[in-house]
């Protein structure tokens, strides 16, 4: 078992000292709340008078429940009794459980029907735990999840756990099915008229109301379950999400941080409000709320994951690429798509072009589908002056995704036509003209690429300069390098095309007067006023 296991479980046995059964802590789970679960049953097993088995057992649904099967295992295995002449039907449970993890149909079939039969097919709770295994956390088995539930809820028709189960199960399954759905909300109805104490209930049906995005009657149902019980985590995390497809983002941070508050030490209820953070594009709180699980945790490699993501989106590179060193360093680390799709960009913003280069080819690897990603890939070779490579990849990117952005179009025709593919120049710079005809840029560098094409006295460039200063003289500072070199331009045509003098001088002062200091303008006026 890993270090960080220990420390964890330590924390919660610290935080749960007055005595609690493992009752409460059903109830618990059945509530969600699974950090605190732990902390009960992670107490309950060092006391002499508790079961083991059931305790472990227990133990292992609030890990796995909360996503952490490789924890559950660790404590189903210690809920298993290898003499079967003496294993309860707990055991069997736990090992049914192990079997679904291990995704052994024989072997789940064999171990719960033992369970039955211990229990002579007479325990509610059985059924329950079946049904739950079935589709608890991912499905399994939808149908015989149903047929479990529904029998438990047979024999213990006033089960108010059982009906909010067997009601997601029907719910799971109303995609195939819509009647499912209002089975469902029947279910969870039913549930609240016997316990109108039973936020639970509350908070099912407002899920069932934000899957069909009545996100106003879901948020009335989750106040209603807080009205029951302000201290509920859960609630606070629903209402929260509510709120974020609501667009109430304050409202939303407020929700999600109390939970955190209400989960001490719950790295997921950090982790859920980073990732609500990052998808709405709130990347400076993201990041402030990443260094605070990192003071807390400073092994969280979660934690560090978002900080150098938004690191990366608020321009502190330097800070972003040094986090990102200390990631690819951690012992035996499995960087996902996204982490090596930053890891690029932030080599890429330090002038790591080794391993920027690397790292792209790596992230298209994984997602060659992925059009921002080619168009990056291929602007950071253009700026690295790889543009034969830049050029290529810029195909690649049409190719696979059918178009181009007008970005990509204007490096792509500055490529080609520094590696001398003067047509493809051309025909990428008019293209990049027809969907902005308003920008300067496109008649420009047409201009620059008819200056390989022909010859020098066919003066080819002349209509794209000319555009160029009807678009760019509003702003004569911003173009004045450029602006320049169109009217020398102009110049040299009426002065060697049309023999035009009195033309040719009015366009090289129009250049003096952008620029008293060009020297190839001084040139030009006292040739021409000889």
């Keep these: 078992m890993k270090k960080g296991f220990f420390i964890a479980v330590s924390v919660l046995l610290s935080m749960f000292t007055y005595a ?107 059924f329950y735990e079946i049904g739950d295994a079935y589709f608890r956390p991912a499905v399994f088995n939808l149908s015989a999840a149903t047929s479990n539930l529904e029998e438990a809820h047979r024999l213990d028709s006033k089960n108010t756990t059982i009906m909010l189960e067997l009601g997601d199960a029907h719910l799971e399954n109303s995609t195939n099915d819509n009647s499912e759905g209002g089975k469902a909300m029947n279910l969870y109805e039913d549930a609240v008229q016997i316990n109108d104490k039973l936020a639970l209930g509350y908070i099912k049906m407002g899920r069932l109301d934000m899957g069909g995005r009545i996100y106003d009657q879901a948020i009335e149902n989750f106040n209603k379950a807080l009205q029951i019980d302000q201290r509920y985590p859960v609630v606070h995390k629903e209402l929260g999400q509510a709120y ?17 508050n209400l989960s001490p030490g719950d790295t997921k209820a950090r982790i859920s409000l980073l990732t609500l953070l990052w998808n709405n594009k709130d990347y400076q709180k993201c990041a402030d709320e990443a260094a605070k699980g990192l003071k807390s945790e400073p092994n969280n490699i979660d934690y560090l994951r978002y900080l150098i993501y938004s690191d990366y989106e608020l321009k502190n590179y330097k800070d972003g690429y040094d986090a990102m060193q200390q990631l690819r360093k951690v012992p035996n680390i499995q ?29 298209i690897a994984n997602d060659s589908a992925n059009c921002d990603l080619l168009g990056e890939y291929a602007k950071a070779l253009y700026i690295a002056k790889h543009y034969d ?33 003067s047509i493809n120049a051309d025909t990428t710079f008019g293209e990049f003209i027809k969907r902005n005809p308003t920008s300067p840029d496109g008649y420009f560098w047409r201009a620059r690429t008819n200056l390989k094409i022909g010859k020098l006295d066919d003066f080819l460039s002349l209509p794209y300069y000319q555009k160029y200063i009807e678009v760019a003289s509003s702003d004569l500072v911003k173009y004045k390098a450029n602006l320049v070199e169109a009217y020398i331009y102009l110049g040299t045509y009426y002065m060697e095309k049309q023999k035009d003098k009195a033309k040719a001088k009015e366009s090289f002062e129009k250049a003096h007067d952008i620029d008293p200091n060009d020297q190839d303008v001084n040139e030009y006026l006292k040739q021409i006023n000889k």
């Design 244 to 260: 974020y497809y609501t667009h109430q983002y304050d409202k939303m941070i407020q929700e999600f941080q109390t939970y955190i």
């Design 20 to 126: 609690q059964t493992v009752q409460d802590a059903q109830k618990e789970i059945d509530n969600e709340n699974y950090f605190k679960a732990r902390g009960i049953l992670l107490k309950l097993l060092n006391d002499p008078a508790a079961d083991k088995t059931e305790v472990a057992y227990y133990i292992g649904n609030a890990f796995l429940k909360n996503e952490d099967p490789d924890s559950a295992k660790i404590f189903y295995k210690m809920a298993v009794n290898p003499d079967p002449k003496n294993a309860s039907f707990i055991s069997y449970l736990a090992s049914g459980r192990l079997a679904l993890l291990a995704k052994d149909t024989t072997q789940v079939s064999k171990n719960f029907t033992r369970a039955l039969q211990l229990t002579k097919s007479k325990n509610a709770n059985v």
């Design 389 to 421: 490579e830049a050029s290529k990849q810029y195909v690649n990117k049409k190719n696979r995704c059918g178009d181009l952005s007008s970005l990509d179009i204007y490096y792509l025709g500055r490529a080609y036509l520094i590696i001398d593919d």
């Design 335 to 363: 960087l996902k798509p996204r982490d090596i799709i930053y890891a690029a960009r932030l080599a890429n913003s330090q002038g790591d072009t080794t391993q920027a280069f690397d790292l792209f080819s790596k992230a």
